[in-house]
C-alpha cells in the first residue's frame, strides 16, 4: 500500500501553482511582445520602443523556462515561442492592412513545425556522435587463452 503524506502533496501543489503561473506570465509577455512588435513594424514613425520589447521577450523567455522546467534544454522554448510572437504581430499588421501580415502568420503557424524536425534531428545527430566517440577504455579487448 503506497501512502503519501501531506507535505508530499502540499509541495507537488505549490510547485503546480508556480509553473502556472510562470507559464501564463510567459505567455502573456511573448504575446503582448510579439503584438509591440507587430505595431512597431506596422508604424516605425510613432517611437515604438523596440528595444524594450525584446528585452520583455527575453524575460518571458526565462518565465517560459522556469515554467516548463527546462532550463537545460533551452532549444525547447525556441520551438514554441515563434507562434507566440509572429500570431499576434500578424494580427496587428492586419490592421494597418500591411503585405507582411499574411506572411507574418504563416510563419506564427508553421514555425514550431518545422522548428521541432530540426530540432529531432539535431538531437538525433549529437546522440549519434557521441556514440562514435567512446573512450579507449570502454572498448572491448579479445582475452587471450593459453593452454
Not at 508556480?18 to 512597431?40: D, E
Request: overall charge neutral.
Amino acid at each position: 500500500m503506497i501512502t503519501m503524506n501531506s507535505w508530499g502533496i502540499r509541495i507537488r501543489a505549490r510547485q503546480t501553482v508556480i509553473s502556472t503561473c510562470f507559464a501564463l506570465a510567459g505567455a502573456w509577455l511573448a504575446w503582448q511582445c510579439g503584438a509591440g512588435l507587430g505595431s512597431a513594424v506596422a508604424s516605425p514613425d510613432n517611437g515604438s520602443p523596440i528595444l524594450w520589447m525584446l528585452a520583455l521577450l527575453a524575460m518571458s523567455v526565462i518565465l517560459l523556462l522556469l515554467a516548463t522546467r527546462t532550463t537545460h534544454q533551452r532549444l525547447f522554448t525556441l520551438a514554441f515561442l515563434p507562434m507566440l510572437i509572429f500570431t499576434p504581430m500578424a494580427y496587428e499588421l492586419s490592421f494597418q492592412e500591411d503585405a507582411l501580415a499574411m506572411f507574418t502568420g504563416f510563419v506564427g503557424v508553421v514555425s514550431p513545425a518545422v522548428i521541432i524536425a530540426i530540432l529531432v534531428w539535431h538531437s538525433r545527430k549529437k546522440a549519434a556522435m557521441a556514440a562514435a566517440m567512446v573512450p579507449m577504455e570502454e572498448i572491448p579487448v579479445p582475452l587471450e587463452t593459453t593452454i
